[in-house]
């Protein structure tokens, strides 16, 4: 008798601590979310911030200079580079424009600081 429950207690351990994992490892969209991170030109100088939360699909850029530069993000299918979507932020220092678009969720997408050649993120939206 005493065995059973050893082995009982032992299945039940080893199925609680598998369900553990699994409930740590099947994120949902968030996993496709970055930022802010900084775009910053070939000098280093810091032009503006973006970030996207894949829950919602919502990308935010942010211009943090007053140099007549307006930050710009585009997002590209990772297959075939074709632009899927482009946030300006063209309000000025201080400022972010903030956009939202269907993405799917298996898509593998690239993210640009257009203008900066610098490459955000790439991966899926969710």
Same mark, same amino acid.
Request: aromatic letters at 12%.
């Given at each position: 008798m005493k065995i059973r429950k050893n082995l009982?207690?032992?299945?039940?351990?080893i199925g609680a601590a598998a369900a553990a994992c699994l409930m740590l490892t099947t994120g949902v969209a968030e996993a496709g979310s970055f930022g802010p991170k900084a775009m910053v030109d070939t000098n280093g100088v810091k032009r503006g911030t973006a970030?996207?939360?894949?829950?919602? $699909?919502?990308l935010t850029v942010c211009d943090t200079r007053? $140099?007549?530069?307006?930050?710009?993000?585009?997002?590209y299918y990772a297959n075939?580079?074709?632009?899927? !979507?482009?946030?300006?932020?063209?309000?000025?220092?201080g400022f972010c424009v903030k956009s939202s678009k269907n993405l799917g969720e298996?898509?593998?997408? $690239?993210? !640009?600081?257009?203008?900066?050649?610098q490459r955000l993120y790439v991966g899926t939206a969710g």
């Open positions: 009982a207690a032992r299945t039940l351990g970030q996207f939360v894949a829950n919602g $699909d919502t007053a $140099d007549g530069f307006a930050p710009k993000v585009s997002v075939t580079n074709t632009l899927v !979507w482009r946030v300006t932020a063209n309000l000025g220092k298996r898509t593998r997408y $690239d993210f !640009w600081a257009t203008g900066l050649n």
